[in-house]
Structure formats: C-alpha cells, structure tokens
C-alpha cells in the first residue's frame, strides 16, 4: 500500500512536467529582404519556448534553434535563435515579434537586419518566392 501512495504523488509530481512541451505548432516567417523562410516547431516549456527548425534557401535548408519568451512590459516576444550553416559556420538572430501579428524586425550577429514576416503555419513546401536580395547565405559569404 505505500509502494502505491508514493507512485501516486511521484506520477502527480511528473503531470506538471508533462503539460509542458507540448507542441504549439510548426509557424512560419520570412527573413526579409532575402528568400530565406525560417520555420520552427515551438514547444511550450513554461517561462520559455523552445524553437526547433530550418533556415530554408531555395536550393537547401540548415538547421536552427533557440528559444523564445514574452517580454510583459513591452507585450512582445523576443526570440533568440542560431543557424548552422555549412563549414561549420553558424549565425546567431534576435527578432522581437509583435504579439497579434507575429510580425517584427531581426538583427544578427553581423550587423544585418530587416523584417521578419511571418507566413502561417507550416511546414512551408520549397517552393519559395524571391527576394531582393537572393538567400542570406549568399548575402554574407560576399562580405
């Protein structure tokens, strides 16, 4: 009987712990001015979300990752995310997202910057549409 009251308060201790990380969904953004569309599944973990996606480019996607929070004061979430692009080269991204519509600005790591739009829900196939400025990959290896 107390093997069973104490897998009773172990299981109730782990149901707060399993109501997190379950999944939002996969959302989509663009990476303004250029092709790039960044997609991230977003996973609730309480005080913060985990994002977990790619970075695609027309002809590739990488790996990217990072988390988010909602800033209160300012009522808008703040994303913190990193790129792993070929060559052992990464780039780490800040974006601030407007609460309604998911749309906001990102800043990089060097020095670039733009709007980032967001899509819907994802994932996005690879039919992606062109941008001003080619893919992001391009636009930093010409520096």
Known sequence: MKRLIVLAHFAGL?????????????????LN???DVLCFDIQDKGFVFELTGTQ???TFETP?????????????????FTTHFPNRFHTQFFVSLNTVSLNGTWTDNLGNSGDFTFQGIGPI???????TDGDYLSHISSR
Do not use: D, E
């Not at 379950?22 to 663009?30: N, T, Y």
């Not at 196939?125 to 941008?131: A, D, F, H, R, V």
């Open 14 to 30: 782990l149901l707060p712990i399993t109501s997190y990380g379950q999944s939002l969904g996969v959302f989509c953004w663009r």
């Open 33 to 35: 001015p250029f092709v």
């Open 56 to 58: 695609k480019i027309t």
């Open 64 to 80: 990217s990752h990072g988390a988010a929070n909602l800033n209160r004061s300012t009522n808008k979430f703040h994303l913190g």
């Open 125 to 131: 196939g690879p039919g992606l549409s062109s941008g």
